[in-house]
């Protein structure tokens, strides 16, 4: 059966906004007061009502993700809270499939008088979902509301115990019960708990598994070690391709193929085996004609035509294949079930030319990915992928060794390095000289000055050097001075990119999206790749702004790079 707990809130928006906000946090929340941590971090509000508690963390420097699944309670409390340290969005318990698009790891989560919302067969997901957005020696808060529940609201009885036990199945340990308070409304029939649970780890047996695959499991090729990479650079790199599905996500078999065909070009340009016998099922003639094009060329929003677009057609098809057969069946767990099931789709029709978007890459099959693993490389692709790089350089050496080869590791090493594209702005500059032989102003967005022909930056929102990342949603006009000088190699804080956003969008809109119709696809599949953005509906501008905020977020999460407080002294938040 299905319970309708978020209506109420909705239809009844205002009163318990009042209602929230006639109670101050600390005369609340003061069981859970001892355990905050001192310095600010980034916490997830789930249920985050009037903003009361969100305002709160934020008014002391933490950086807040609100989720609040009552369309006029949310649109209320933004309109009351607006800090740019609070980003709201709509989600709710147990899937928070829309946290979880932003793959962003929380010090700190805070469910206040929600528990008692979810029915009891649906708190086992619940939980699970919560354990996976924390942080190694993050924190959860629960307030527990026992007693009678109003006639306009589906509740259900909650328990210390049970969320204490719900916990320790996965991977949380109990830190503090209270005993129960009475209620600061006055209702003498109410009363209320608080309950911490923390994470002493990883909270699963990822990491323990990966570290099998990668040293342990027997390889009679590195397929195993590059079906693996495959998945860790677009957890990386385009985690939104991802859909849940159950324990798992699923992946598009075309991208991963597509990173497959990436990643051998280089290794078999220099002759390096990857087999102990040298032969490759998918280095067939489709995959040779791709010989004059670049690695970093191949990625979404891409196109190609004429015998090449035929070449990679055919070439996707038979890296599927292989993946599909060879890694994605023998690379198994304890049990010998697959890590990674595979199922291969069909080869996609259509003439020479390609244009490389996600519908596309969906029909050549799937691959599932345990919710635990994905999460893990999402979050610890640092740490993995060099283990990952190390092992495939020691299988290829020994491969070389049979065939009395001398090849160093250094030779391996520069094959095996992941090619980007050059810090390349051309194809922006020539928007630009376009729009300005038009006519068309062109202001610098993080200051609001006019910009001049030969005296315009392209600058990258997010620091090229934290990541390297040439989307054109990435690419912004700006001043030199700005560019050069003061933000440089800095994320813009939160305030900043708030102040620049008409300017933002703006430019997207002139600039990209009244463009041809291949910028058009290449800005649009771009966004979808690397951005959080629902992959279920239509997006707009404000869609994809909100989702570079949160892309900022997890990259400053990352990286710890220093901020750029923006022109105004108003940003320096």
């Not at 905050?36 to 985050?48: I, M, N, Q």
């Not at 509740?155 to 019960?177: F, K, T, Y």
């Not at 070009?265 to 390096?272: M, Q, S, T, V, W």
Request: hydrophobic residues 45%; aromatic residues 8%.
């Amino acid at each position: 059966m299905s319970w309708d707990t978020v209506t109420p809130y909705h239809r009844g928006f205002r009163e318990f906004a009042e209602a929230y906000d006639a109670f101050g946090f600390e005369d609340v929340h003061a069981g859970a007061l001892p355990f905050l941590s001192p310095s600010p971090g980034l916490v997830l509000d789930v249920g985050a009502g009037s903003g009361r508690d969100a305002a709160w963390f934020a008014a002391r420097g933490w950086q807040v993700v609100a989720a609040e699944p009552a369309t006029a309670l949310r649109e209320e409390a933004a309109r009351r809270r607006p800090s740019p340290l609070i980003r709201w969005l709509d989600d709710r318990l147990p899937a928070l499939a829309n946290v979880h698009r932003l793959g962003l790891g929380f010090d700190l989560i805070w469910l206040s008088g929600v528990w008692m919302h979810i029915p009891p067969e649906d708190r086992p997901r619940a939980m699970r979902k919560l354990a996976t957005l924390l942080k190694p020696g993050g924190r959860m808060m629960l307030t527990l509301r026992h007693g009678p529940a109003p006639p306009d609201r589906p509740m259900w009885p909650v328990d210390a115990h049970e969320v204490e036990r719900l916990g320790i199945d996965h991977g949380l340990a109990l830190r503090v019960a209270t005993d129960r308070q009475e209620d600061r409304g006055g209702r003498t029939d109410i009363r209320w708990q608080t309950v911490i649970l923390d994470l002493p780890d990883d909270g699963g047996a990822a990491l323990p598994l990966l570290r099998g695959v990668i040293l342990r499991q027997e390889k009679s090729a590195t397929y195993k070690l590059a079906l693996l990479r495959c998945i860790a650079r677009i957890a990386d790199a385009s985690p939104n391709v991802a859909r849940e599905i159950g324990e798992d996500v699923e992946l598009p078999l075309g991208l991963i193929a597509l990173y497959w065909i990436r990643m051998f070009k280089p290794l078999i340009a220099r002759g390096l085996p990857q087999t102990p016998d040298g032969r490759m099922g998918f280095v067939k003639d489709a995959f040779r004609a791709l010989a004059p094009v670049a690695p970093f060329d191949l990625r979404p929003g891409a196109s190609f035509a004429g015998p090449t677009g035929t070449a990679l057609r055919r070439a996707l098809a038979d890296a599927a294949h292989v993946i599909s057969d060879m890694p994605a069946t023998h690379l198994t767990f304890a049990n010998n079930q697959p890590v990674f099931p595979t199922s291969y789709g069909r080869i996609p029709r259509g003439d020479a030319a390609i244009d490389i978007g996600l519908d596309l890459l969906w029909e050549y099959g799937t691959t599932r990915v345990p919710l635990a693993v994905w999460q893990a490389l999402r979050r610890m692709s640092a740490w993995i992928e060099p283990m990952l790089v190390a092992e495939w350089v020691r299988l290829i050496r020994g491969y070389t060794t049979r065939d009395n080869r001398i090849v160093t590791a250094d030779e391996i090493m520069a094959a095996l390095t992941w090619s980007e594209p050059d810090r390349d702005t051309g194809l922006v500059r020539d928007l630009v000289r376009q729009r300005l032989d038009r006519g068309d102003t062109i202001a610098c967005v993080w200051s609001g000055r006019v910009l001049r022909q030969g005296a315009i930056d392209i600058d990258h929102c997010l620091p090229w050097s934290a990541w390297p990342c040439g989307d054109l949603w990435n690419l912004l006009p700006s001043t030199p001075t700005i560019n050069q000088h003061e933000k440089r190699e800095r994320i813009v804080t939160a305030g900043a990119l708030a102040e620049a956003r008409p300017r933002i969008i703006d430019w997207w809109q002139e600039t990209y999206l009244s463009a041809t119709p291949a910028i058009r696809l290449r800005f649009a599949e771009e966004a979808r790749t690397t951005l959080p953005l629902a992959l279920d509906r239509p997006h707009d501008v404000d869609d994809l702004f909100a989702a570079l905020d949160f892309r900022r977020l997890r990259l400053l999460q990352d990286t710890q790079a220093p901020e750029w407080p923006g022109t105004s002294q108003a940003n320096r938040l």
